[in-house]
């Protein structure tokens, strides 16, 4: 392509006003450099942006890589969005163009491209805003580092609220489900009404069966399992030990529904079987919430663990 020099181009009629125009604000950071785009640079030296790429590409030998480049697609779109140009010419939809993009270097090689006063003048006041913005950035380079480091904790602290509040809906969103079970939990000191809570649930869920496994109970856990549904068993696997609860339960069975007592003496842990689902729990019903004890859903056949007892 033939080089030509200092074309001369007529400026627009009515663009007075680009005298006028803050530059700082048409110096954009596109792949970590500042630049002017084409459509700017063209309203500012009063011609058509169509006409200051002609004579760009009839002198493309004097704009390389670093003096100049062509948008992306996806850089266009982005630009556009953030300036909101796409309908400051032609009347029919906006420019549809990929935008050329100067440096600063771009620009001064502009000035012997383009030769009119406008173009001129146009060009020393560009010059003096990129100084300006640059004086502008190494001046509050700091204050730059530290809004960047604070802008990534925000980051950091506002993912972690974020996920915290999510796990707190699930949480939340569990509890309101009427319908479904725990897995697995703590009950820690001081919560006796929450776990009180927890087991009156499990109770009311049963549709067959309830049998709990545990070597001290007494008749407030009696109580508990009276908040069974009709129609549904309830078994008691216990220490032969404890005597108590055998007056206990007898005199229960002589008011209320009755709860069979089974006697076991190789089983140290605690156990709630609910129908076919089997929970552990660390510690006697009778006593949660008073320490710190873990429960949690277990994946065995309750019948197999039955079987073991003796």
Do not use: W
Not at 32 to 55: C, H, N, P, W
Not at 194 to 218: C, F, G, M, P
Not at 226 to 232: F, G, H, I, Y
């Amino acid at each position: 392509m033939a080089e030509n020099n200092n074309i001369s181009l007529n400026p627009l009629s009515g663009n007075n006003h680009s005298i006028l125009t803050p530059i700082e604000n048409l110096i954009h950071i596109i792949r970590g450099q500042q630049v002017m785009i084409d459509s700017d640079l063209a309203r500012l030296y009063g011609v058509e942006t169509k006409r200051l790429k002609e004579q760009v590409k009839r002198n493309i030998n004097r704009f390389p890589s670093d003096f100049m480049f062509e948008l992306t697609k996806e850089e266009t779109v982005s630009l556009r969005s953030q300036i909101a140009t796409s309908n400051q010419e032609g009347g029919r939809g906006g420019n549809r163009y990929r935008a050329f993009a100067f440096t600063e270097n771009g620009v001064a090689m502009l000035s012997s491209v383009l030769k009119s006063e406008t173009a001129i003048e146009v060009n020393i006041r560009i010059m003096r805003a990129f100084t300006a913005m640059r004086s502008f950035f190494i001046s509050n380079a700091q204050i730059f580092q530290r809004l960047e480091t604070v802008e990534h904790n925000y980051l950091l602290v506002n993912n972690h609220i974020s996920e915290h509040d999510r796990k707190f809906e699930e949480i939340l969103s569990r509890l309101d489900d009427r319908e479904s079970e725990p897995i697995e939990g703590f009950f820690y000191e001081g919560q006796i009404f929450d776990a009180y809570t927890l087991i009156s649930d499990l109770v009311r869920k049963a549709n067959t069966r309830i049998i709990l496994i545990d070597n001290y109970v007494d008749d407030r856990v009696l109580k508990m399992l009276d908040k069974r549904n009709d129609c549904v068993s309830a078994t008691v696997f216990t220490n032969p030990r404890n005597s108590q609860i055998n007056l206990d339960i007898k005199r229960h069975n002589a008011q209320y529904p009755k709860i069979n007592l089974r006697h076991c003496t190789n089983v140290h842990d605690r156990f709630l079987i609910i129908d076919d689902t089997v929970y552990f729990i660390g510690g006697s019903i009778k006593d949660l919430g008073k320490k710190i004890v873990a429960f949690s859903q277990m994946h065995q056949s309750p019948d197999y663990i039955l079987s073991q007892i003796r």
